[in-house]
């Protein structure tokens, strides 16, 4: 049996994947905010992506599964809001992966106000790498997408939204 | 309990639960996949959002009540919400004149509650504005296409928005409890986020082309329980499942 503490309960949360992008772990996408161990028991802290996520679920009870089988005895994951996820806390690892994969990573910077008066945001086609390209949808496959097209190659692709 | 905060956060709750529920009607009758998927995004993200409010609300009420219990299991009296957010969806001008009214008064809504004096309540406002923010661009954006769009489009969308109008009176004039948490600086004070309201809905109505109505004559109840004929039938369809088998399990 491994050691356990808060470097292998690290270990291990690194190892669990979005459900809805799996090339993606649960660090890439920065919604652990806090771990601590105490013994055999642990405590995560998560942070909803979209308040309807509902990846959110079966992201806690992989948490739980993975811990468990790491051979924690008590697992606890809690939730909490404030201060609110935003792509900013995406790893640069995890940007690169989303890329890789086909999704255009967020561009950088939270959107807040900027979205409400409309301005366009330049996004990278993650095919051919043109910024040629056009939104279709606000709303993509998930929550954390919208839908765009590249007008050099005209490949339509997913892009992972800035909150 | 603070009978005044339980009646807010219900408020605020019912107003998501009610409007994603309608939206949800939506689902698989989109007029393209694209902005099929885009209702029924924004759908999700209110039932999220009311979800967090009715965990609130649930930890106020005591007693057992959850989430579930204050969606499924209150009838029309108890409902909160705005009469807009429970108005059927009609065509495709009148669902997005219903989401832009809406939209612009939540954005300034939960502008304001990201500072509210209540713990929870600003945790989940500083979550649900970059939603909300989405919300207004894309139904502000929508008015504008189809304002000024073709001759039918924008006919369409300038009766969605005369008839509409009377529903909006309701949304800047508080009820006591709103009142009492406007006083806490838990809330908003609702007649001033008028003017914020104005503003913005008369700007996209004049690039839009499209004519604002007139003050006349203000529908309201929705604050005090009291509301539309379209309410029971809308609870009705929600509710049937977990009042007709209790302990059905997802
Ligand atoms: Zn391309």
């Known amino acids: 049996m491994q ?27 920065g919604i652990i905010r806090d771990v601590k161990t105490e013994g055999r028991w642990v405590e995560v802290t998560i ?6 996520c509902p990846a959110m ?32 806390w995406m790893s640069i690892d ?20 900027r979205i409400l008066f409309g301005k366009a945001v330049e996004v990278r086609c993650p095919r051919c790498k043109s910024i040629h390209t056009q939104r279709i949808s606000q709303f993509g496959s998930t929550p954390c997408k919208a839908l765009y097209q590249c007008s050099s190659c005209l490949e339509p692709f997913d892009y992972f939204k800035c909150i | 309990m603070n009978l005044d905060l339980k009646n807010y956060t219900l408020f605020l709750a019912d107003n998501a639960l009610i409007l994603g529920q309608r939206l949800g009607e939506w689902c698989g009758h989109g007029p393209v996949l694209e902005q099929d998927i885009a209702l029924t995004n924004i759908s999700l993200d209110h039932l999220g959002q009311s979800r967090m409010l009715l965990q609130y609300a649930a930890k106020q009420v005591g007693n057992g009540a959850t989430e579930d219990s204050l969606a499924f299991f209150r009838n029309e009296g108890e409902f909160r919400n705005l009469l807009i957010t429970e108005l059927p969806n009609n065509d495709w001008a009148y669902t997005l004149a219903k ?19 209540d713990e929870t309540i600003q945790a989940i406002a500083r979550k649900a504005i970059k939603e909300i923010a989405y919300h207004a661009q894309f139904s502000a954006e929508w008015i504008i296409r189809m304002g000024d769009g ?81 309410m029971g039938y809308i609870l009705a369809e929600m509710q049937h499942l977990p009042r007709t088998y209790p302990t059905a399990k997802w």
């Open chain 2, 150 to 230: 073709t001759e039918e489009s924008h006919q369409r969308v300038q009766n969605a928005i005369d008839e509409l109008w009377m529903y909006t009176g309701e949304m800047f004039v508080a009820d006591s409890s709103s009142e009492a948490m406007t006083k806490a600086a838990v809330a908003p004070d609702y007649a001033l986020l008028k003017e914020q309201w104005q503003e913005k809905v008369s700007q996209v109505l004049e690039i839009a082309t499209l004519v604002k109505p007139e003050e006349g004559w203000m529908q309201k109840g929705g604050r005090e329980g009291k509301h539309t004929e379209h």
């Open chain 1, 3 to 29: 050691v356990l503490n808060l470097e292998s309960a690290n270990r291990t949360l690194e190892q669990v994947s979005d459900p809805e992008i799996p090339v993606l772990t649960i660090a890439d996408l």
């Open chain 1, 47 to 52: 942070t909803p992506t979209y308040s309807g």
């Open chain 1, 94 to 113: 995890g940007r690169r992966k989303l890329e890789e994969y086909g999704i255009a990573a967020p561009m950088d910077g939270t959107a807040d106000k």
């Open chain 1, 57 to 88: 679920d079966t992201i806690e009870a992989d948490i739980r599964t993975a811990l468990k089988e790491a051979g924690w005895d008590e697992v606890k994951v809690k939730t909490v809001l404030d201060p609110p996820w935003t792509t900013d």
């Open chain 2, 99 to 117: 989401h832009f009214l809406f939209d612009t008064f939540n954005f300034f809504q939960y502008e304001f509650l990201m500072n509210s004096k």
